[in-house]
């Protein structure tokens, strides 16, 4: 079995660390991946981190973890609110797929309550901040060794 987590980063979390501090924190992307390594070898798992601001990147390193990865975490962004592709996309790949969003989304405006991500994903874990992804990464963890 293999021993990878994919981590997936939508539109504009590249910025995180100068986007709205008020609402995303001043941690950055890079702190975000080096975070999810970490807890990711305390069980033994790697982590392939991938960002885009662009819907088919990501769609394309989803359908590659059916070959290489044992879950996904996602904080599929503004992807969120709209993107059925993405939606499809972990449906079909079925690995066990944590939803991550650093902020409260349903403390936010309306049309950021509704997720197309969520009906497919083993969970979700809103409003924890990057803390999230540590949370995140112990939930697949926990799936995998199921």
Do not use: K, W
């Given at each position: 079995?293999?021993?990878?987590?994919?981590?997936?980063?939508?539109?504009?979390?590249?910025?995180?660390?100068?986007?709205?501090?008020e609402?995303?924190?001043?941690?950055?992307?890079?702190?975000?991946?080096?975070?999810?390594?970490?807890?990711?070898?305390?069980?033994?798992?790697?982590?392939?981190?991938?960002?885009?601001?662009?819907?088919?990147?990501?769609?394309?390193?989803?359908?590659?973890?059916?070959?290489?990865?044992?879950?996904?975490?996602?904080?599929?962004?503004?992807?969120?609110?709209?993107?059925?592709?993405?939606?499809?996309?972990?449906?079909?790949?079925?690995?066990?797929?944590?939803?991550?969003?650093?902020?409260?989304?349903?403390?936010?405006?309306?049309?950021?309550?509704?997720?197309?991500?969520?009906?497919?994903?083993?969970?979700v874990i809103?409003?924890?901040?990057?803390?999230?992804?540590?949370?995140?990464?112990?939930?697949?963890?926990?799936?995998?060794?199921?």
């Amino acid at each position: 079995m293999t021993r990878r987590i994919l981590l997936v980063n939508g539109p504009n979390l590249n910025l995180l660390g100068t986007r709205e501090p008020e609402v995303y924190g001043e941690e950055t992307l890079a702190d975000v991946e080096a975070l999810t390594s970490r807890v990711a070898a305390d069980f033994g798992l790697e982590v392939r981190a991938v960002q885009s601001n662009h819907e088919g990147v990501l769609l394309d390193a989803i359908h590659d973890a059916r070959t290489d990865c044992a879950g996904i975490i996602i904080n599929p962004g503004a992807f969120t609110h709209t993107s059925v592709a993405l939606r499809d996309a972990i449906s079909a790949v079925a690995l066990p797929t944590a939803e991550v969003h650093i902020s409260n989304v349903h403390r936010r405006e309306e049309f950021r309550h509704h997720s197309f991500i969520s009906a497919v994903a083993a969970c979700v874990i809103v409003g924890c901040g990057v803390q999230g992804y540590e949370l995140a990464v112990r939930r697949i963890a926990t799936l995998i060794a199921q």
